[in-house]
Nanobody, 123 residues
Framework: QVQLMESGGGLVQAGGSLRLSCAVS????????LGWFRQRPGREREGVAALDSDGSITYTDSVKGRFTISLDNAKNTLYLQMNNVTPEDTAMYHCAAGYLVASRLDTYEYKFWGQGTQVTVSS
C-alpha cells in the first residue's frame, strides 16, 4: 500500500516561489509514476506535473517554465518547485502514485493519493 503525505503549502504573493514536498512510503520505483495534481476553486482536479519511473517528465502547459517536479530517492520525497506563481495557481495540491500509467496527467490513472496541501497566491 502506497502512502503519500504533502507539505509545504501556504500563502505566497504573486511572483513568489514555493516548494511542495510529498513523502512517499510503501513505494517501489519500478513501474510507478508520481504526479502532482491540483483542484482550483470551482474546477475539476487537474494534472500539473508527473515523473515516471523511466525519468520522463510531463507538465501541463500552464506551468511549463515555472514549475519543476523532482524526486529525491534517498529521502523518498517528491517535490514541486513553484516559481513565478500567479493567483491562478491557487488550489489544493495533491501528490499521487499510479502504476503503469499511460496518460500521466489524467487523474483516473492514479490509485494512491495524499490528503493535499493548500496553496494560496495573493495578487
Amino acid at each position: 500500500q502506497v502512502q503519500l503525505m504533502e507539505s509545504g503549502g501556504g500563502l505566497v504573493q504573486a511572483g513568489g516561489s514555493l516548494r511542495l514536498s510529498c513523502a512517499v512510503s510503501g513505494y517501489t520505483s519500478r513501474g510507478y509514476c508520481l504526479g502532482w495534481f491540483r483542484q482550483r476553486p470551482g474546477r475539476e482536479r487537474e494534472g500539473v506535473a508527473a515523473l515516471d519511473s523511466d525519468g520522463s517528465i510531463t507538465y501541463t502547459d500552464s506551468v511549463k517554465g515555472r514549475f519543476t517536479i523532482s524526486l529525491d530517492n534517498a529521502k523518498n520525497t517528491l517535490y514541486l518547485q513553484m516559481n513565478n506563481v500567479t493567483p491562478e495557481d491557487t488550489a489544493m495540491y495533491h501528490c499521487a502514485a499510479g502504476y503503469l500509467v499511460a496518460s500521466r496527467l489524467d487523474t483516473y490513472e492514479y490509485k494512491f493519493w495524499g490528503q493535499g496541501t493548500q496553496v494560496t497566491v495573493s495578487s
